[in-house]
């Protein structure tokens, strides 16, 4: 892991080769010398993994291609893994299950990866990062959540009408609040502003994600999310599936469907999961950014010049 990148191996090796016929005082100096140039060059140069988790019916290869590629151009060495799991119509699997097997993945990246990764979670994905964020002694970094509908869904989609050609949104309680509802990945974190009662009793990911419901392992979910260093959070006006599109930033509407912001939401005053805490600590950054569809977000150069690119450090 540690390498000695702007000076060489040659210079690192023959230096340590000299250390050896020096007297003690000196070969301590020396040493510290050493570890500065070579080792704190190697950490501070070599670039983090990236980690990318395709959205709701993504095909991963597709998802990823421009953001593998774009990386590779501006930091060649950075090891990029796109999960390759419940892709398609296997993306409406439970979203415990998807993170159940996911995590496992995620963690053996981890621990080929130990000075830390750096997660992109593209839409649904970026939930089950939340799920994997919360439920494991995870070494993330960063996560990048890209337009993901973290604080729920409550919509008309093309996505919805997929999968529930004949329903509206305002009824979708009445399927998705139900225990069959919740086999279905949407109904995880379908939040209907005008069913909070049913939501709490039935979302099986969501609300006890934010403690919106009784969560006997809340307190350890907010000791994970806050291994966390940095949390960015895009998403924007002319997304046009996530509803309300400032989910991606943690807000969500009242049940005069008026979006209160992150701030004011209760898992933030509570600090439920985290969310407070981090802000405090200066390390949510968030982004507003007109003028990308939803499918656009990864293939978007303008949105990884300014918005992703900056963190993967
Ligand atoms: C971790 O590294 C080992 C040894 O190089 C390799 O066999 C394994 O596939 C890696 N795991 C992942 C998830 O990349
Ligand atoms: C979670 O919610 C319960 C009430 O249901 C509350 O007593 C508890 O303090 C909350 N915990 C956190 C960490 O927000
Ligand atoms: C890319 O993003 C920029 C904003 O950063 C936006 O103006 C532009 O329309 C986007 N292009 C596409 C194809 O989404």
Redesign the pocket.
């Known amino acids: 892991m540690i390498q000695p990148l702007h000076v060489g191996c040659n210079f690192c090796s023959e230096m340590i080769t000299k250390f050896r016929c020096m007297s003690a005082k000196k070969s301590f100096y020396f040493l510290v010398l050493i570890s500065v140039i070579c080792f704190d060059n190697g950490v501070t140069k070599s670039y983090k993994a990236v980690v990318f988790m395709h959205g709701i019916f993504g095909d991963v290869a597709v998802e990823s291609q421009e953001l593998d590629a774009w990386i590779k151009q501006v930091h060649p060495d950075t090891p990029f ?1 796109a999960i390759p799991l419940y892709q398609r119509l296997d993306s409406l699997v439970p979203l415990w299950k998807q993170v159940d097997v996911i995590s496992k ?1 995620v963690i ?2 981890m ?2 990866h130990t000075n830390g990764i750096h997660l992109i979670c593209f839409s649904q994905g970026g939930l089950i990062c939340r799920g994997i964020l919360s439920t494991t002694q995870h070494n993330v970094d960063t996560f990048i959540s890209l337009s993901a509908p973290l604080a729920g869904q409550y919509g008309d989609t093309n996505y919805l009408k997929y999968i529930f050609p004949n329903f509206l949104k305002s009824e979708l309680h009445r399927v998705l609040y139900t225990k069959e509802g919740q086999d279905v990945s949407l109904g995880n974190y379908w939040k209907d502003p005008h069913h909070l009662e049913e939501y709490q009793k039935y979302s099986k990911f969501l609300a006890p994600l934010n403690n919106d419901t009784y969560t006997p392992n809340i307190n350890k979910y907010k000791q994970n999310f806050l291994r966390l260093n940095r949390l960015i959070l895009i998403g924007g006006p002319n997304d046009g599936v996530i509803t309300p599109w400032e989910s991606s930033h943690f807000a969500y509407y009242n049940s005069e469907e008026k979006i209160v912001e992150m701030e004011q939401q209760r898992y933030f005053l509570e600090d439920s999961f985290g969310l407070q805490t981090l802000y405090k600590q200066k390390k949510i950054k968030t982004y507003t950014i007109p003028g990308v569809q939803h499918i656009h977000w990864h293939s978007n150069k303008t949105v990884f010049d300014n918005a992703i690119l900056p963190w993967l450090i």
């Open positions: 893994y993945e053996s990246i621990n080929n």
